[in-house]
Structure formats: C-alpha cells, structure tokens
C-alpha cells in the first residue's frame, strides 16, 4: 500500500469515527443511533470493492479500527 493509499484510508476512517472522538456532545441514546446509521449506509471506501462497514456492525471498540496484525518476513 503506497503512502497515499494509506492516508486515504486513514483519512475515510477518522470520517467515520469523528463524531464519536472529537467531542461532540451526543444525547442518550445517540451513539447507539448513529452507530446504527453509519453501519447500514454504503461508503466508497478506499482500496476495496467493499461498500458495508463490518467493523460498525460488531463494534468492539478502538480494535475494530486497527490495522490487521501481519507478520513480517525475515
């Protein structure tokens, strides 16, 4: 994955998540609501063919966001 490549994702996924990390004030019951929303609408997302956020779906937190662990060859 070029630079651009990974700035690209790492820009539409910060797009997701922002109005849950940049202190927006939700009400009660507001997260569940826009966790919900984001999870069933179809994205353009960088590098895949894919258009559903799975990751929204069994939302399990900061590692739902995290790149796959890889190994690395030696």
Not at 21 to 26: A, E, I
């Amino acid at each position: 994955m070029t630079e651009d490549e990974k700035m690209a994702l790492a820009t539409f996924k910060f797009g997701i998540i922002s109005e849950f990390v940049t202190g927006v004030k939700l009400g009660f019951g507001d997260k569940q609501r826009l966790l919900a929303e984001k999870s069933e609408r179809s994205y353009q997302i960088p590098m895949s063919k894919r258009t559903k956020l799975a990751a929204l779906r069994s939302c399990n937190g900061f590692t739902a966001i995290e790149p796959p662990v890889t190994r690395s060859k030696v």
